[in-house]
């Protein structure tokens, strides 16, 4: 596959402010972890312990205490996701994005169309990982009056690269863009879906990582595009 080769630079450094903010989350996972263990290990030996002496209100208020110890424990877990993604060193190479979508589309069903893409220098693991989060933000979203239909391209706006990502599913209320790449912030249309809302923050942490930003907006018939905006760092042709 022919296609122009752009070099992108990375944040070659964390800043301080970064570094203290990772700490505080380490320390607030750290610090609740073990608290809530201890409550969901209660609940659980409440109910093994009492089998058959209480009513069903009563078991329903332990299944809500180990179910919400529970949710409390993946949320920390999110945090902890996070604040890797914050200073865990970056590795630069040479990333084709159409093999990574080649690889990450095989199996699914919904229609996917790739433009011809750059190679870009960045992290593997990470690039992987934001593509992953934002097919998965689509399919989350998808309509069920239409087939999903993924279109993914590269544009260049002023002194910036955008890979857009946009789908054909429900979108998003105006109101909603500038608050959906905030930590666990979950949008009325899948409220009651599985998730914690962290899947854009951990996208949009990403792109910080390697000089970008994240940025969404509604689609004039149908869905949501999500842009990805990237530093106009050229080295290579």
């Known amino acids: 596959m022919n296609c122009t080769e752009h070099t992108i630079a990375t944040q070659p450094q964390v800043d301080e402010h970064t570094l203290q903010l990772r700490t505080m989350l380490s320390a607030i996972t750290h610090d609740l972890s073990s608290p809530i263990r201890a409550m969901t290990g209660l609940a659980d030996l409440m109910r093994s312990s009492t089998q058959g002496k209480l009513n069903e209100e009563e078991l329903r208020w332990l299944e809500l205490i180990n179910s919400e110890g529970q949710r409390a424990q993946d949320m920390l877990k999110s945090l902890s996701t996070l604040s890797r993604l914050m200073v865990t060193p970056l590795i630069p190479i040479q990333i084709g994005i159409n093999e990574i979508l080649k690889r990450l589309s095989k199996g699914r069903l919904y229609t996917l169309k790739v433009e011809t893409l750059p190679q870009i220098d960045g992290d593997m693991g990470q690039w992987s990982q934001l593509l992953s989060e934002l097919i998965n933000n689509a399919l989350r979203f998808q309509s069920p009056d239409r087939p999903l239909k993924i279109h993914i391209r590269w544009r260049q706006k002023n002194d910036q690269h955008v890979l857009q990502i946009i789908d054909n599913g429900t979108g998003a209320k105006e109101r909603d863009l500038e608050r959906m790449a905030m930590p666990f912030f979950r949008t009325q249309q899948i409220a009651n879906l599985p998730g914690l809302g962290m ?35 050229i080295t290579g042709a």
């Open 199 to 233: 899947g854009l923050a951990y996208c949009d942490q990403i792109l910080k990582r390697h000089g970008g930003s994240l940025s969404f907006s509604v689609n004039v018939d149908h869905g949501l595009t999500v842009n990805c905006h990237l530093p106009h760092t």
